[in-house]
């Protein structure tokens, strides 16, 4: 039995003058009768097929075979033999192809002179297949012949047209080429196009060239190779190429691999175009489209798009789920199903301003109603969308400040109780009208508050939500001046409140039981004490504030206390005015004056207090402060400086006002500031005056300025400078005190935004590492991308090197593409988010290194995104703060990494940075 591969159904109707030899041959070969399918295939094939004996005698032929020879009948054929049928010059090739078919079992696509019956000639491709019996012993040959007449006829006419071909080449724009292949590759034509392209001199100098000597890089030369080999062709291949002189350009090669008889490459044919421009074109849109639809899809804000009658044609994604619509519901929405009728005028006045001008002018505020009914605030901002120049349809973007309006509301609400208190001169009407604003307007269902005097003994009470029988309880059930004064413990403070859980509460049953049922809690317990301190002048608390029963059933954070402590601070403002008023009757008229003052100060305080809250960057923040104090106080100038420990140096962060100090040295006792610091007190400029260790004092024409430390319990932070230089109006005592107040505050601000950095190991694995980098070493890894820096970095902390990186790639991707769980990893960018850091925030991210490196034994620091804090601050401003955190660096024994792309840098920036750092090999 025959393999399947040449089981051909062609037997059938053949003849031979033998009988019984054909007979006897089919059996040898068949052992089944071969399937229709099989036969019909050779009776439909375009190819001539031939079989023989070995002899080379025909046994069979198909119909194609008598049709390509011009025979009528297969007894013709049957029993001659096939070389009959080859031109007498092609018989001897045609006895060796059949002998090395017999030899090798197969003989492809030869090319023979054939001959028909009338003796014309044709040319004929012969393939021819050795066929075995069942144990391997040859019996016959199959044999396919295909006429290429008309195919060699095409060969000479293209033969022909080589010429005009190469007229053309010499003509044409584009660079036209042939070379050999290979990785390094040699050209064997080139037309005057590609030698001009590159900016040869002469086209022999061009052909003088290895291929690769073109390629940037030359490695990309092999992968060309590769793939033409692979592929046969290449179509508008995107190439890194450089001119004679080194200039880089982008080319665009089509090529095609011109192949000989044998199936191997000749040579390369191609053409090329330079896209350099084009490329950049491209670049510049396809940056501007990602952009677009990075805003559109994934914004934080909502983005719609309407026509010029308000209805909307697109949403995206934050848009639609502000209002709680799906995708399919946008065609369905218009002005007029979202908004109620009385914000219609104002919203169609706005879309005929935009369609006029192109733009709205003013962001405007609309109350949305969402798909459930409900209704939110949104602020907006819409612009005209162009095709062709002509207004196609109108973008907007979308903020949802539904919370800022409840806040307004509620700031409203309580700036106008905080106004009423501040009118009264009763405490008891104080205190009862305090309770319950904070039982109305703050979401608490009961209030306490009591006065306390020096002893710490509660001297006046008021209560909101309380029965009668309540309040009773409260008073005969109170806690002693030891247990009061054990609330004030720092572990205990969320905000400037104290909040002590059940589990820690230090004396037994006390006060009224609650009243919020278990569904109503979440992390909330019914034994839970919250206490809002009254403070008066000197930071002293003078009263405390009890409340329970929290509306939303929460445990308490700093941002909702904020109104209560808003109204504490009021109260507590209008306490010390009642007390002063029954105290001082005799001297109302100072009173008065005295109370507007401190009462722009404590606002000064409130509206700093609430400006902070709304960013953690210390550059804005510490411009909001001095801009409290300047506005509370008056003082023409304000500065504020933080420690930098590694250059033991107090850095100037801030300054309001036409001056600004440089950097002052910790250690030399001659300027005022370190003393300030040294001694952790205020001083004023007779304090600096008399004292004979200071020699290098502020300018002369400065008549009136003040330092005032900033501190924590447990260290120094920095200092505020206050001067007036040209009114040169004293400070006074009591400005130094309220002064200690917003210094208390920078304080309070900077160890509530400070990022606490555990240093963690991610791995240790027990292999050697792959690169070496010496601890108490910075390095500069100069690389067009991160992903070196980033290798290395990981090398690090997976052999047991703590590590912490600050970087301008988000920390979410960082970690999905680099597997890392327990590294710390900070965002530089101006989006806050709870992983992000501004990047003008130097000082900042200076400190928490710093901090990082205090608590860490071995470790590794990843600083990427050099060139994005150079251009949020500048070259200077980013060296002074590499140069302070290699010295911590060096101190700590750690290492540095600092990745940077050379063509973003100039030449002098990059030799002042590779000076600075070791630069990694």
Same mark, same amino acid.
């Given at each position: 039995?025959?393999?399947?591969?040449?089981?051909?159904?062609?037997?059938?109707?053949?003849?031979?003058?033998?009988?019984?030899?054909?007979?006897?041959?089919?059996?040898?070969?068949?052992?089944?009768?071969?399937?229709?399918?099989?036969?019909?295939?050779?009776?439909?094939?375009?190819?001539?097929?031939?079989?023989?004996?070995?002899?080379?005698?025909?046994?069979?032929?198909?119909?194609?075979?008598?049709?390509?020879?011009?025979?009528?009948?297969?007894?013709?054929? &049957?029993?001659?033999?096939?070389?009959?049928?080859?031109?007498?010059?092609?018989?001897?090739?045609?006895?060796?192809?059949?002998?090395?078919?017999?030899?090798?079992?197969? !003989?492809?696509?030869?090319?023979?002179?054939?001959?028909?019956?009338?003796?014309?000639?044709?040319?004929?491709?012969?393939?021819?297949?050795?066929?075995?019996?069942?144990?391997?012993?040859?019996?016959?040959?199959?044999?396919?012949?295909?006429?290429? /007449?008309?195919?060699?006829?095409?060969?000479?006419?293209?033969?022909?047209?080589?010429?005009?071909?190469?007229?053309?080449?010499?003509?044409?724009?584009?660079? !036209?080429?042939?070379?050999?292949?290979?990785?390094?590759?040699?050209?064997?034509?080139? #037309?005057?196009?590609?030698?001009?392209?590159?900016?040869?001199?002469?086209?022999?100098?061009?052909?003088?060239?290895?291929?690769?000597?073109?390629?940037?890089?030359?490695?990309?030369?092999?992968?060309?190779?590769?793939?033409?080999?692979?592929?046969?062709?290449?179509?508008?291949?995107?190439?890194?190429?450089?001119?004679?002189?080194?200039?880089?350009?982008?080319?665009?090669?089509?090529?095609?691999?011109?192949?000989?008889?044998?199936?191997?490459?000749?040579?390369?044919?191609?053409?090329?175009?330079?896209?350099?421009?084009?490329?950049?074109?491209?670049?510049?849109?396809?940056?501007?489209?990602?952009?677009?639809?990075?805003?559109?899809?994934?914004?934080?804000?909502?983005?719609?798009?309407?026509?010029?009658?308000?209805?909307?044609?697109?949403?995206?994604?934050?848009?639609?789920?502000?209002?709680?619509?799906?995708?399919?519901?946008?065609?369905?929405?218009?002005?007029?199903?979202?908004?109620?009728?009385?914000?219609?005028?104002?919203? @169609?006045?706005?879309?005929?301003?935009?369609?006029?001008?192109?733009?709205?002018?003013?962001?405007?505020?609309?109350?949305?109603?969402?798909?459930?009914?409900?209704?939110?605030?949104?602020?907006?901002?819409?612009?005209?969308?162009?095709?062709?120049? #002509?207004?196609?349809?109108?973008?907007?973007?979308?903020?949802?400040?539904?919370?800022?309006?409840?806040?307004?509301?509620?700031?409203?609400?309580?700036?106008?109780?905080?106004?009423?208190?501040?009118?009264?001169?009763?405490?008891?009407?104080?205190?009862?009208?305090?309770?319950?604003?904070?039982?109305?307007?703050?979401?608490?269902?009961?209030?306490?508050?009591?006065?306390?005097?020096?002893?710490?003994?509660?001297?006046?009470?008021?209560?909101?939500?309380?029965?009668?029988?309540?309040?009773?309880?409260?008073?005969?059930? +109170?806690?002693?001046?030891?247990?009061?004064?054990?609330? =004030?413990?720092?572990?205990?403070?969320?905000?400037?409140?104290?909040?002590?859980? +059940?589990?820690?509460?230090?004396?037994?049953?006390?006060?009224?039981?609650?009243? =919020?049922?278990?569904?109503?809690?979440?992390?909330?317990?019914?034994?839970? @004490?919250?206490?809002?301190?009254?403070?008066?002048?000197?930071?002293?608390?003078?009263?405390?504030?009890?409340?329970?029963?929290?509306?939303?059933?929460?445990?308490?954070?700093?941002?909702?206390?904020?109104? !209560?402590?808003?109204?504490?601070?009021?109260?507590?403002?209008?306490?010390?005015?009642?007390?002063?008023?029954?105290?001082?009757?005799?001297?109302?008229?100072?009173?008065?004056?005295?109370?507007?003052?401190?009462?722009?100060?404590?606002?000064?305080?409130?509206?700093?207090?609430?400006?902070?809250?709304?960013?953690?960057?210390?550059?804005?923040?510490?411009?909001?402060?001095?801009?409290?104090?300047?506005?509370?106080?008056?003082?023409?100038?304000?500065?504020?400086?933080?420690?930098?420990?590694?250059?033991?140096?107090?850095?100037?962060?801030?300054?309001?006002?036409?001056?600004?100090?440089?950097?002052?040295?910790?250690?030399?006792?001659?300027?005022?500031?370190?003393?300030?610091?040294?001694?952790?007190?205020?001083?004023?400029?007779?304090?600096?005056?008399?004292?004979?260790?200071?020699?290098?004092?502020?300018?002369?024409? =400065?008549?009136?300025?003040?330092?005032?430390?900033?501190?924590?319990?447990?260290?120094?932070?920095?200092?505020?400078?206050?001067?007036?230089? /040209?009114?040169?109006?004293?400070?006074?005592?009591?400005?130094?005190?309220?002064?200690?107040?917003?210094?208390?505050?920078?304080?309070?601000?900077?160890?509530?935004?400070?990022?606490?950095?555990?240093?963690?190991?991610?791995?240790?694995?027990?292999?050697?590492?792959?690169?070496?980098?010496?601890?108490?070493?910075?390095?500069?890894?100069?690389?067009?991308?991160?992903?070196?820096?980033?290798?290395? @970095?990981?090398?690090?902390?997976?052999?047991?090197?703590?590590?912490?990186?600050?970087?301008?790639?988000?920390?979410?991707?960082?970690?999905?593409?680099?597997?890392?769980?327990?590294?710390?990893?900070?965002?530089?960018?101006?989006?806050?988010?709870?992983?992000?850091?501004?990047?003008?925030?130097?000082?900042?991210? #200076?400190?928490?290194?710093?901090?990082? &490196?205090?608590?860490?034994?071995?470790?590794?620091?990843?600083?990427?995104?050099?060139?994005?804090?150079?251009?949020?601050?500048?070259?200077?401003?980013?060296?002074?703060? &590499?140069?302070?955190?290699?010295?911590?660096?060096?101190?700590?024994?750690?290492?540095? =990494?600092?990745?940077?792309?050379?063509?973003?840098?100039?030449?002098?920036?990059?030799?002042?940075?590779?000076?600075? @750092?070791?630069?990694?090999?």
């Amino acid at each position: 039995m025959y393999a399947p591969s040449y089981s051909i159904a062609f037997w059938e109707g053949f003849q031979m003058k033998d009988e019984n030899k054909k007979n006897q041959l089919i059996e040898e070969l068949w052992q089944h009768k071969p399937e229709e399918m099989y036969r019909k295939l050779v009776e439909t094939s375009p190819e001539a097929v031939t079989v023989t004996d070995l002899e080379g005698t025909i046994i069979y032929v198909s119909q194609r075979t008598l049709e390509l020879h011009n025979f009528e009948r297969v007894d013709e054929l &049957l029993g001659r033999s096939a070389f009959d049928l080859v031109a007498p010059e092609d018989r001897e090739k045609a006895v060796i192809g059949l002998e090395k078919a017999l030899k090798e079992g197969l !003989v492809r696509n030869t090319e023979y002179t054939m001959l028909r019956k009338d003796g014309s000639r044709f040319v004929g491709e012969v393939s021819a297949s050795l066929m075995r019996d069942a144990d391997g012993n040859p019996k016959a040959f199959i044999a396919t012949t295909r006429d290429i /007449t008309e195919h060699k006829q095409m060969d000479e006419a293209l033969q022909e047209s080589e010429e005009k071909y190469r007229t053309l080449t010499d003509n044409v724009n584009v660079g !036209v080429y042939r070379n050999t292949a290979g990785p390094k590759g040699r050209f064997i034509e080139a #037309n005057p196009a590609i030698v001009k392209m590159f900016d040869y001199d002469t086209k022999e100098e061009f052909l003088g060239i290895n291929v690769a000597e073109l390629y940037q890089h030359p490695e990309d030369r092999k992968k060309f190779n590769e793939k033409m080999e692979r592929d046969g062709f290449v179509r508008d291949e995107e190439l890194q190429l450089k001119k004679k002189d080194g200039t880089p350009f982008i080319g665009s090669v089509s090529a095609v691999a011109i192949k000989d008889e044998k199936g191997e490459v000749k040579y390369y044919d191609g053409i090329i175009e330079d896209i350099t421009e084009r490329k950049k074109i491209e670049g510049a849109l396809r940056e501007s489209e990602i952009r677009y639809k990075a805003l559109f899809d994934r914004g934080l804000y909502g983005v719609f798009v309407s026509d010029f009658e308000g209805n909307f044609i697109d949403a995206n994604e934050a848009a639609l789920n502000l209002l709680e619509y799906a995708k399919e519901d946008i065609s369905s929405l218009n002005f007029a199903s979202l908004l109620d009728e009385d914000q219609l005028p104002k919203a @169609f006045e706005i879309l005929e301003e935009i369609r006029q001008d192109g733009f709205q002018k003013n962001p405007a505020e609309y109350k949305l109603r969402k798909k459930n009914g409900e209704y939110l605030w949104v602020e907006t901002e819409a612009s005209v969308i162009y095709r062709e120049g #002509n207004p196609s349809a109108i973008q907007g973007i979308a903020r949802d400040i539904t919370e800022r309006k409840q806040l307004e509301n509620q700031r409203q609400h309580l700036t106008s109780i905080a106004n009423d208190i501040l009118q009264r001169k009763n405490l008891e009407e104080i205190l009862d009208t305090v309770a319950h604003a904070i039982r109305d307007h703050c979401g608490f269902g009961r209030v306490v508050i009591f006065l306390l005097n020096e002893s710490f003994e509660a001297t006046h009470l008021a209560f909101a939500g309380l029965t009668k029988e309540e309040e009773a309880i409260a008073l005969q059930s +109170h806690l002693s001046p030891e247990q009061r004064r054990s609330i =004030l413990q720092e572990r205990f403070k969320v905000g400037r409140s104290y909040y002590i859980p +059940h589990n820690q509460v230090q004396w037994g049953e006390m006060g009224v039981a609650s009243k =919020l049922k278990p569904e109503q809690m979440e992390d909330w317990h019914p034994d839970d @004490f919250l206490f809002v301190p009254l403070y008066g002048e000197h930071n002293t608390v003078i009263g405390l504030i009890s409340v329970d029963d929290p509306a939303d059933g929460k445990a308490p954070t700093a941002t909702s206390l904020a109104p !209560v402590e808003l109204l504490a601070t009021q109260a507590a403002i209008a306490i010390e005015n009642a007390r002063l008023i029954e105290e001082i009757s005799q001297y109302t008229e100072l009173l008065e004056s005295k109370v507007e003052e401190r009462t722009r100060k404590r606002e000064a305080l409130l509206e700093t207090n609430y400006r902070l809250r709304e960013t953690t960057s210390w550059d804005k923040g510490m411009k909001i402060i001095l801009e409290g104090i300047t506005k509370g106080f008056g003082f023409e100038n304000a500065e504020l400086f933080l420690i930098n420990e590694a250059r033991r140096v107090l850095e100037n962060i801030a300054v309001i006002g036409d001056e600004k100090k440089e950097d002052i040295p910790l250690d030399n006792m001659g300027y005022v500031a370190p003393q300030c610091v040294a001694e952790k007190n205020p001083i004023t400029i007779q304090e600096a005056s008399s004292n004979r260790r200071v020699k290098k004092q502020i300018e002369p024409v =400065l008549e009136s300025f003040a330092w005032v430390p900033i501190m924590t319990q447990s260290e120094v932070l920095g200092a505020i400078s206050v001067y007036n230089k /040209t009114s040169q109006t004293p400070i006074s005592d009591e400005e130094l005190d309220d002064l200690l107040l917003f210094a208390n505050q920078a304080a309070h601000y900077v160890e509530s935004t400070r990022f606490l950095i555990s240093p963690a190991v991610e791995n240790t694995l027990t292999s050697e590492m792959k690169y070496r980098v010496k601890a108490g070493e910075s390095y500069l890894i100069e690389n067009p991308h991160p992903g070196e820096a980033f290798e290395i @970095f990981m090398d690090a902390v997976t052999h047991g090197i703590q590590g912490f990186s600050i970087c301008r790639t988000h920390p979410k991707k960082v970690r999905k593409n680099y597997g890392l769980k327990k590294t710390p990893i900070l965002w530089l960018s101006t989006i806050e988010t709870e992983d992000s850091v501004d990047p003008k925030d130097l000082a900042k991210i #200076n400190h928490m290194l710093h901090e990082f &490196l205090k608590k860490a034994t071995d470790s590794v620091i990843l600083l990427e995104g050099i060139e994005y804090l150079i251009i949020q601050n500048d070259f200077e401003k980013v060296i002074k703060a &590499l140069h302070s955190l290699n010295d911590h660096i060096t101190i700590a024994n750690s290492r540095l =990494l600092v990745p940077v792309s050379p063509k973003t840098m100039s030449e002098k920036e990059l030799s002042i940075l590779e000076k600075e @750092f070791r630069v990694f090999k």
